[in-house]
C-alpha cells in the first residue's frame, strides 16, 4: 500500500470491507472536512473525516441522501462499515467511506439547452422529493432585505476605508471604489425597489449550497451525483432554483447571465416541481437585491484583510449592473418564459 498524505487515518478504514488497499491519496478540497481517496481491490473510495457536521446532525443529512436516492436523485450514499453503520468513530473522530464517483464539474455556459433542462428537471425532483417526504419540522430563517438606508451606510464606511488606503499596488482599490460608487448610485436611483418583506409560501429542505462546484456531470452532461450536504437546510425551493441558475450561468463579466439557457434550466424545474410564478418573482427580486446591498469581495479586504477573493470582484459588479438593466428579462427567463 502506498501512502501520500501525512498522518492518513488508513486505521478508519478496517471498519469496511474494502478488499486489498493499493493506494491512499489526500483529496485537497475541502476548507472543514478531509477527504481521501481508496483505490482497493473492490474498486475507489472516499474517505471522509467529518468536522463540519458530524453525529446526529450528519446521521439526518444521510437519512436525507437515502430519500434522495431512492426517488432517483442522483447523490452518493455510504458505503454500511462491516456492522453496518454509517460512520464510526476512531479517537473522538468520525470517518465514513462513500464510492467513488467519476464526473467532471460544469459551466452552463457549455452545456446545452437540452442538458440545461435536464440539470433544472433534476433539482425540481430533488426539491419535490424532499417537499413530500421530509417535510420542514421548523420555519426558514427569515429574510430580511437590508433597508435602502443601511445599504448606503455600508457603502460610505466601506468608501471610507478605501479612500484610507492600503498600499494597494494591484489595482484592487481603485476596482472598489468604483464599485462602492456604482452601487450607491444605483441604490439612490433604485432605493424604493427593496423587495416586499413577505415570506416564501414554498419552504422546506433544501441543498444549502447548490452550485457547479457541488455537482458532477457525466460525459453527456447529464447529472451523476449532487455532493456535499453539510448546508443542509430549511429555506426557499424558488430561492435555491433562482441561486443555483445565477451561478451556472453567468459570464463572470459585463455580459451577465445567458437567459436562454437559464429558460431552458427553468422550464425543467417547473416541469417537475413547480412553485408557480408569484414565489419565483419573490426569490429573483430578493436575489437581485442581495447582490446590488452585498459586499463581502470588499468587507473580505479591509475589515478581515483577505484578499483571496479580489479576483472575483470584477464579475460580480458586471453581474449586478447588467442585471439591473436586464432585470425583467432575467425575471421572465426564471420563470422558463
Not at 487515518?9 to 478531509?34: E, F, S
Not at 427569515?142 to 448606503?152: F, G, Q, V
Not at 437585491?289 to 452585498?294: H, V
Not at 479591509?302 to 439591473?324: E, F, I, M
Request: proline share 5%; charged share 25%.
Amino acid at each position: 500500500m502506498t501512502v501520500t498524505a501525512p498522518r492518513l487515518p488508513d486505521a478508519a478504514l478496517g471498519h469496511w470491507d474494502l478488499g486489498q488497499i493499493y493506494q491512499m491519496q489526500r483529496v485537497q478540497t475541502g476548507l472543514m472536512n478531509r477527504s481521501w481517496r481508496v483505490d482497493s481491490s473492490s474498486g475507489s473510495y472516499l474517505l471522509k473525516l467529518f468536522r463540519d457536521v458530524t453525529g446526529p446532525e450528519l446521521q439526518f443529512q444521510f437519512h436525507v441522501l437515502q430519500t434522495l436516492g431512492a426517488s432517483g436523485v442522483p447523490v452518493v450514499l455510504p458505503v454500511l462499515s462491516r456492522d453496518g453503520r454509517t460512520t464510526i468513530f476512531l479517537e473522538g473522530e468520525e470517518f465514513g467511506v462513500f464510492p467513488w464517483v467519476g464526473g467532471r464539474h460544469r459551466s452552463g455556459l457549455s452545456m446545452s439547452r437540452d442538458a440545461c433542462r435536464d440539470l433544472g428537471s433534476v433539482i425540481g425532483r430533488l426539491h419535490r422529493t424532499l417537499h413530500q417526504a421530509i417535510p420542514a419540522d421548523r420555519a426558514p430563517k427569515p429574510e430580511n432585505p437590508p433597508t435602502t438606508e443601511a445599504a448606503l451606510q455600508k457603502v460610505d464606511r466601506l468608501l471610507e476605508l478605501v479612500a484610507a488606503g492600503r498600499g494597494d499596488k494591484t489595482g484592487f482599490e481603485a476596482t472598489a471604489e468604483q464599485t462602492l460608487r456604482l452601487k450607491r448610485g444605483l441604490l439612490v436611483r433604485l432605493g424604493d425597489r427593496r423587495p416586499p418583506d413577505l415570506a416564501p409560501q414554498y419552504t422546506g429542505y433544501t441543498h444549502g449550497d447548490l452550485h457547479p462546484h457541488n455537482v458532477l456531470h457525466g460525459p453527456d452532461d447529464r447529472i451523476s451525483a449532487i455532493l456535499d450536504w453539510d448546508r443542509l437546510v430549511v429555506s426557499s425551493y424558488a430561492r435555491e432554483m433562482a441561486r443555483a441558475a445565477v451561478f451556472y450561468f453567468t459570464y463572470g463579466d459585463e455580459r451577465g447571465l445567458d437567459c436562454d439557457r437559464i429558460r431552458a434550466f427553468a422550464g425543467g424545474y417547473r416541469s417537475v416541481f413547480d412553485v408557480g410564478e408569484p414565489e419565483i418573482g419573490l426569490a429573483t427580486h430578493q436575489l437581485w437585491w442581495d447582490r446590488l446591498t452585498d459586499n463581502w469581495v470588499i468587507e473580505w479586504h479591509y475589515v478581515r484583510h483577505n484578499s483571496a477573493c479580489d479576483h472575483l470582484l470584477p464579475g460580480q459588479t458586471g453581474l449586478v449592473k447588467w442585471w439591473t438593466i436586464h432585470y425583467s428579462q432575467v425575471e421572465q427567463s426564471l420563470m422558463g418564459r
